[in-house]
């Protein structure tokens, strides 16, 4: 994987996001947290789901070093 494609799939996840988001804010509040019985009970525990996948690649890219957190003491 080179620069190039880092870039290509963090614009992707920026338009793919950008869609998500869009389609959620149209929703009303009682489709936004209904129940909807899937693994995610809600379009919004879906969202929060999806915000800690990009806050946890956020958090790893950030670090110092790349080195696996076992061998960091």
């Known amino acids: 994987m080179n620069k190039d494609d880092i870039q290509l799939l963090y ?7 950008n869609r998500v988001l869009q ?3 149209a929703l009303s509040d ?5 129940d909807l019985g899937s693994g995610f009970r809600s379009v919004r525990d879906t969202l929060v789901h999806i915000i800690a996948g990009e806050w946890g690649w956020l ?4 670090e110092p070093t ?7 003491i």
Do not use: G, I, V
């Open 11 to 17: 614009e992707y996840d920026r338009w793919a996001n």
């Open 23 to 25: 389609a959620a804010s």
């Open 30 to 34: 009682e489709q936004f947290t209904r």
């Open 59 to 62: 958090t790893y890219w950030k």
């Open 66 to 72: 790349l080195a696996p957190r076992s061998s960091r």
